[in-house]
């Protein structure tokens, strides 16, 4: 059978050393030369022959990290690698997935066809922030979920006393998920959007009659809305949680912390370098592990594929 490996980028590679530990296979290794213009030169070892898995989340710095994945894919194909999969958990631009006003770039698809014309042979992702990427994208997408891991991590702290509380309109789908998991019913805030940075509240769609709030979303970054469901939820709910697939964080964490939410649940599809309550992280490694596996195998991944 073709060997197995785990390459690891710049952006997480604590999650990719996790990887690689689950699946018994040789520690990622990548170097990263940097010239002094800010140029950088990632070089892998030998992975001729192998079915090679890079493992670099294009999370903030995004650019920088989509450039060097860019690179790490093409040093596998020149290395003469079977077979080259980018495992990108955190997909960067995937907010770009249509055009809101003219004049403007479609992100999604560039990104998505530059890593095909890199090297890649396959995609895999967790949860983007659209559905559209499969549809853009030159090469096979594999799309996993982490919902079951935050929904099992949430879950039994509240005894079956919660509600699923969708932040926004965007949001009800990923809720129903979550809550056809934990059996609680779904709520949903209705909002209003000021700018990037501030949202409001206009009314709250369902019933929470003091128990626990569970807000769902698929990615953290500013807070705005986060902090918009709070302020309606605060005097209605028993205790607030935030659960999210991805943590970006990139202005949020002070903001959710002035909040005073009990917990906020993250996975590591983003790399936490120092993570303090309320903070908690979901390590999505085991997923990733069994996902590559599966595919080294050429199995199906049934139950870690995302259903909509």
Avoid: W
Avoid at 13 to 34: F, Q
Avoid at 108 to 133: F, K, N, Q, S, Y
Wanted: hydrophobic share 45%.
């Amino acid at each position: 059978m073709t060997p197995l490996r785990v390459v690891s980028g710049s952006a997480n590679p604590r999650l990719a050393a996790a990887v690689a530990e689950l699946l018994d296979v040789e520690p990622p290794g990548c170097a990263l030369e940097r010239f002094p213009d800010g140029e950088i030169r990632p070089i892998v070892g030998h992975v001729g022959g192998q079915d090679v898995y890079v493992v670099q989340p294009t999370s903030p710095p995004v650019n920088d990290n989509v450039l060097e994945l860019l690179l790490l894919l093409d040093a596998c194909r020149r290395s003469r690698a079977a077979r080259v999969t980018a495992v990108v958990p955190y997909f960067g631009y995937a907010r770009q997935d249509r055009r809101t006003r003219p004049g403007q770039a479609l992100g999604l698809r560039v990104v998505a066809e530059a890593i095909a014309g890199a090297g890649a042979d396959r995609l895999v992702v967790i949860e983007p922030h659209t559905a559209a990427l499969e549809s853009v994208s030159p090469i096979p997408v594999e799309t996993l979920t982490a919902i079951p891991l935050l929904a099992e991590r949430i879950s039994p702290a509240h005894g079956g006393n919660a509600v699923i509380v969708a932040p926004d309109a965007g949001a009800v789908r990923l809720a129903e998920r979550y809550a056809a998991l934990t059996g609680d019913p779904v709520a949903l805030v209705r909002k209003h959007r000021e700018s990037e940075t501030r949202v409001t509240a206009i009314e709250l769609l369902g019933t929470v009659d003091h128990r626990a709030a569970v807000i769902v979303d698929d990615m953290i970054s500013t807070g705005a809305t986060l902090e918009a469901a709070v302020d309606i939820l605060r005097y209605r709910a028993a205790d607030i949680v935030v659960a999210a697939g991805h943590g970006p964080l990139t202005a949020a964490a002070e903001r959710l912390r002035r909040l005073g939410v009990r917990r906020v649940v993250v996975t590591d599809t983003v790399a936490h370098e120092a993570v303090t309550p309320p903070f908690e992280v979901c390590s999505v490694a085991p997923l990733l592990a069994e996902a590559i596996a599966s595919m080294h195998n050429d199995r199906p991944l049934h139950e870690l594929f995302v259903r909509t």
